[in-house]
């Protein structure tokens, strides 16, 4: 009867107000759960998953890669750019698009290697809109050297 929603519909997917969804369950409503009960016919790669690390903005350019026990994984320091400034860039972690005014080139350390390795990664300089777009730790695990579950 109804095809599948549009892509971004789980971005503003919310338990609905008058049903009851929550009540059966007596727990709060993960971002996936609204999905899947909402959303049956989403596809897997649009629904969000039980993320294991944060990303968080800790001043100076810099972000804070933390697992779930809240410890630190890795540590991005913004690279400055060079190049056409107009250029789009597309963030690895929520795979939106824009210009470097929205956009950061962001480098790890990689452990062990002393300053001389680093991995880049382009991402969001809105954390806080990027971390709410984000729907895997792909990225994530590509820059530690980690496999996905
Ligand atoms: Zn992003």
Same mark, same amino acid.
């Given at each position: 009867?109804?095809?599948?929603?549009?892509?971004?519909?789980?971005?503003?997917?919310?338990?609905?107000?008058?049903?009851?969804?929550?009540?059966?369950?007596?727990?709060?409503?993960?971002?996936?759960?609204?999905?899947?009960?909402?959303?049956?016919?989403?596809?897997?790669?649009?629904?969000?998953?039980?993320?294991?690390?944060?990303?968080?903005?800790?001043?100076?350019?810099?972000?804070?890669? +933390? %697992? &779930?026990?809240?410890? #630190? @994984?890795? $540590? !991005?320091?913004?690279?400055?750019? =060079?190049?056409?400034?107009?250029?789009?860039?597309?963030?690895?972690?929520?795979?939106?698009?824009?210009?470097?005014?929205?956009?950061?080139?962001?480098?790890?350390?990689?452990?062990?290697?002393?300053?001389?390795?680093?991995?880049?990664?382009?991402?969001? +300089? %809105? &954390?806080?809109?990027? #971390? @709410?777009? $984000? !729907?895997?730790?792909?990225?994530? =695990?590509?820059?530690?050297?980690?496999?996905?579950?």
């Amino acid at each position: 009867m109804s095809g599948p929603p549009p892509d971004d519909a789980h971005h503003d997917a919310q338990p609905d107000p008058h049903g009851d969804p929550a009540g059966s369950q007596g727990a709060a409503w993960t971002d996936r759960d609204i999905v899947l009960e909402y959303f049956p016919a989403t596809h897997e790669r649009l629904v969000p998953h039980d993320l294991a690390y944060h990303l968080e903005d800790a001043g100076d350019g810099v972000i804070v890669v +933390r %697992d &779930r026990e809240g410890e #630190e @994984a890795a $540590r !991005l320091t913004v690279v400055t750019p =060079h190049g056409n400034p107009t250029g789009e860039l597309c963030c690895d972690l929520c795979q939106r698009t824009g210009t470097r005014r929205y956009l950061g080139l962001y480098r790890a350390e990689l452990p062990g290697s002393a300053g001389r390795r680093y991995r880049y990664l382009t991402a969001c +300089r %809105d &954390r806080r809109s990027c #971390e @709410a777009r $984000r !729907l895997d730790d792909d990225a994530i =695990h590509t820059l530690l050297g980690t496999t996905a579950r």
